[in-house]
């Protein structure tokens, strides 16, 4: 006589696989078409990052300024308020200017200054750059972003 239990077990083992497989074939599917997409995307931004690099290039903003701080140096830096101004009047920077190095708003350097916000992270490392670097190199940097106005 067979055990019931044994052949009972086996068929709802068998009903649930197939239960389990039904519901999850959509979904691989789905996962497959997601993967492509992902994959696209990434593409079109390696696409779009290598097309900034050579504007960068064409229009001279590859010697911008680029955080070389290590993370311990940030960690360590003490950015506050009264160094940011102390940065800005040390190379007679207006806040726009210090805004257009920094590649922030002016409105963020005048909320600093004042204690309001405080600046991220990478934002920290281009304030601690900007200290180390020379009147010369940030009038140079500067010089790129004067646009001549158009003749009346």
Same mark, same amino acid.
């Given at each position: 006589?067979?055990?019931?239990?044994?052949?009972?077990?086996?068929?709802?083992?068998?009903? @649930?696989?197939?239960?389990?497989? !039904?519901?999850?074939?959509?979904?691989?599917?789905?996962?497959?078409?997601?993967? *492509?997409?992902? !994959?696209?995307? @990434?593409?079109?931004?390696?696409?779009?990052?290598?097309?900034?690099?050579?504007?960068?290039?064409?229009?001279?903003?590859?010697?911008?300024?680029?955080?070389?701080?290590?993370?311990?140096?940030?960690?360590?830096?003490?950015?506050?308020? *009264?160094?940011?101004?102390?940065?800005?009047?040390?190379?007679?920077?207006?806040?726009?200017?210090? @805004?257009?190095?920094?590649?922030?708003?002016?409105?963020?350097?005048?909320?600093?200054?004042?204690?309001? !916000?405080?600046?991220?992270?990478?934002? /920290?490392?281009?304030?601690?750059?900007?200290?180390?670097?020379?009147? /010369?190199?940030? *009038?140079?940097?500067? !010089?790129?972003?004067?646009?001549?106005?158009?003749?009346?």
């Amino acid at each position: 006589m067979p055990n019931y239990t044994s052949v009972l077990n086996e068929e709802i083992a068998r009903i @649930a696989k197939r239960e389990v497989k !039904s519901a999850f074939e959509p979904l691989a599917a789905r996962v497959i078409e997601l993967k *492509k997409k992902c !994959s696209e995307s @990434a593409k079109k931004v390696s696409d779009i990052a290598s097309k900034l690099e050579k504007l960068e290039k064409e229009l001279g903003l590859e010697d911008m300024i680029t955080v070389t701080v290590s993370e311990e140096q940030l960690d360590k830096a003490r950015v506050s308020p *009264k160094y940011i101004a102390n940065v800005r009047k040390k190379y007679s920077l207006s806040r726009n200017e210090m @805004a257009l190095l920094l590649d922030v708003n002016p409105n963020s350097v005048y909320l600093w200054e004042n204690g309001k !916000s405080k600046p991220r992270q990478d934002v /920290r490392g281009k304030i601690i750059q900007l200290r180390e670097m020379g009147k /010369r190199k940030i *009038k140079e940097l500067l !010089s790129q972003f004067v646009v001549e106005e158009p003749k009346k």
